[in-house]
């Protein structure tokens, strides 16, 4: 069983900011097999990114991903109010790491 | 549009029973797989059930395991979760998810998610 880390667990950060979110994994995810979500307070989750850097359908470009093995980042440009929620990533075929909630200042 | 409306949640006792449901729309519904999730309050998310396009193949999390069952009727676009034996810790946020499509694998990540039906296990 893969176990997933995430860090940092909150991030505060000024509109326009750029935000860095780690996603380990305990062992290797095959070929970028990971996923991104965000939840925006009081919403369902919704899908970011698949395949460890391809965006979904209607995400904005300032959310990209990377990463390949154990060790996955999500990336947000430039940091808007609507934002602010929580984050998990999932390996395929897995459940969801803790998730990273993101506010601002 | 990809829609997913679940419903039959509630306020159930421990030991009871509750069947939730999902209507799909928006997509040819019998190509595709479909899981349940759910959410605790103030929780992370936990996947707690899978069944491929045709229904043959089903996962379950170890925590549901002999007590939930997920079905579909490709006929009506429907997706279920049969859950019994209730308990507290069952309590939670549902939400019903399409899987998406890689090649060779059917348990991949989640593409469109229902808003979510609030089962409350209490007496």
């Known amino acids: 069983e893969i176990v997933l880390t995430q860090s940092p667990g909150t991030l505060s950060l000024s509109p326009g900011e750029r935000a860095t979110l780690s996603c380990r994994a305990s062992?290797?995810?095959?070929?970028?097999?990971l996923a991104w979500y965000q939840q925006k307070p009081g919403q369902a989750p919704r899908l970011l990114i698949y395949?460890?850097?391809n965006r979904a359908t209607g995400i904005p470009d300032r959310f990209s991903g990377s990463g390949s093995g154990t060790d996955f980042t999500l990336t947000i440009r430039r940091l808007e109010p609507e934002d602010v929620g929580v984050y998990y990533c999932?390996?395929?075929?897995?459940?969801f790491g803790p998730g990273t909630k993101v506010d601002l200042k | 549009e990809v829609q997913l409306l679940e419903s039959g949640g509630g306020l159930v006792q421990p030991g009871g029973s509750l069947r939730l449901s999902c209507e799909a729309s928006?997509?040819?519904?019998?190509?595709?797989?479909m899981s349940w999730v759910r959410q605790a309050p103030g929780k992370g998310l936990e996947w707690v059930a899978a069944i491929t396009w045709s229904g043959v193949t089903t996962y379950y999390a170890d925590s549901v395991e002999g007590r939930f069952t997920i079905s579909r009727d490709n006929s009506d676009s429907a997706v279920y979760l049969q859950m019994t034996s209730l308990r507290a810790d069952d309590t939670a946020i549902y939400y019903c998810a399409r899987l998406g499509a890689v090649s060779g694998h059917w348990m991949v990540f989640f593409d469109y998610w229902g808003h979510g039906a609030l089962v409350t296990v209490s007496s």
């Open positions: 395949g460890a850097s």
């Open positions: 928006g997509f040819t519904f019998a190509d595709k797989a």
């Open positions: 999932q390996p395929y075929g897995a459940s």
């Open positions: 062992q290797s995810v095959s070929s970028g097999y």
